[in-house]
């Protein structure tokens, strides 16, 4: 468990699923995640990162606020999926938050959070950060939590759907 001034950064627990589930059902949300997923999809997802937890030591926590203990969503850092070709295995930070909590600091605070933890407890050289340039809200938090923009690991990202720009940026965060 990771605490910052509003929030709380936990492993997950079967009693999430739910909310997880409806993070990841709703399309704005997940516009730049791949698309909407099913409750067996996102309950898979919570699955491979707790698993990833067990294999490595970190992972994506869950987001609560700390006056409510309301469900805001997740963050954390996790190797690459596979799929995602030049960087499959690298450590990378990411986040999802509902929309209610957009705008408030909190993807920047949990990020910087899950961040410190990487570097200091797990003792990772380097943490990648990537999304599409169509991206500002992603790209803006990058930005705010002071990663170097790396445009030489720049890639197309794989299997983009028709029309879109698979261009991706990639900025990278440091001890």
């Not at 605070?109 to 340039?133: I, Q, W």
């Not at 923009?149 to 890639?155: C, L, S, T, V």
Request: glycine residues 8%; hydrophobic residues 40%.
């Amino acid at each position: 468990m990771i605490e910052t001034p509003r929030l709380i950064l936990r492993r997950w627990r079967d009693s999430d699923r739910a909310a997880f589930a409806a993070i990841c059902a709703d399309p704005e949300v997940m516009q730049w995640l791949g698309g909407v997923m099913t409750r067996e999809q996102a309950d898979q997802r919570i699955d491979r990162v707790e698993a990833t937890f067990e294999q490595v030591g970190y992972g994506r926590f869950l987001i609560e606020r700390k006056t409510d203990g309301a469900f805001l969503g997740w963050c954390g850092v996790m190797p690459c999926h596979e799929s995602v070709t030049p960087i499959a295995g690298q450590p990378e930070i990411g986040w999802r938050l509902i929309r209610a909590a957009w705008g408030e600091g909190f993807a920047t605070e949990a990020a910087r959070a899950a961040l410190d933890d990487a570097f200091s407890r797990v003792g990772l050289p380097e943490v990648l950060a990537y999304t599409t340039k169509a991206n500002l809200r992603s790209l803006a938090v990058m930005q705010r939590l002071g990663l170097s923009r790396e445009p030489q690991r720049d890639f197309d990202f794989p299997n983009t759907p028709e029309g879109e720009d698979p261009k991706t940026v990639v900025y990278v965060a440091y001890p």
